[in-house]
């Protein structure tokens, strides 16, 4: 359980605070009306119509070209944000392709190097093949003829 301190302090940050000398309702400094009593609407001054689909005279033509000036500036922001969208898939489309321009040519790159690597791995090893293979030939053939001496030396003492 809270102190009773704690509890008037929290009742004291939720209640409404309101300067002196304004009303609750004064947005503009307009003193707020009690519209409880025959006061409450003046006749003539109602722009709400008696009859559904009926219109006040006056009130009409300034709907009418608050409506227009509206429409008008609803247009104005739709053909702006249209352009301005436009203009951003233009941009994400010249960057998407810029960016799958390059990665080709990076992968382009990699694989030519790779291809060259390859190449220059199997020369290098076709080489040692070649040379290990001309050694193992001059060696057999140094043998052969070891083998025919030998041959010969032994028809000759026996």
Sequence with gaps: MEPPRRKR??????????????????????????LSGPEAVPEGNNPVPDKPGESSPSAGTFEDD?????????????????????????????GTKASIKITNETIEHVWKLQQEQRQNLH???????????REWNVDMQKAQKQQEKLAGYRKVTS
Excluded: C
């Design 9 to 34: 302090l929290r009742r004291a940050a939720k209640a409404p605070v309101e300067a002196p000398g304004m009303a609750a309702n004064d947005f503009w400094g307009q003193e707020r009306r009690d």
């Design 123 to 133: 020369r290098k090893y076709s080489q040692q093949f070649l040379t290990l293979f």
């Design 66 to 94: 608050v409506g227009n000036e509206v429409q008008k500036m609803l247009e104005r922001l739709g053909v702006d944000i249209k352009q301005a969208l436009l203009t951003k898939r233009k941009m994400f489309e010249m």
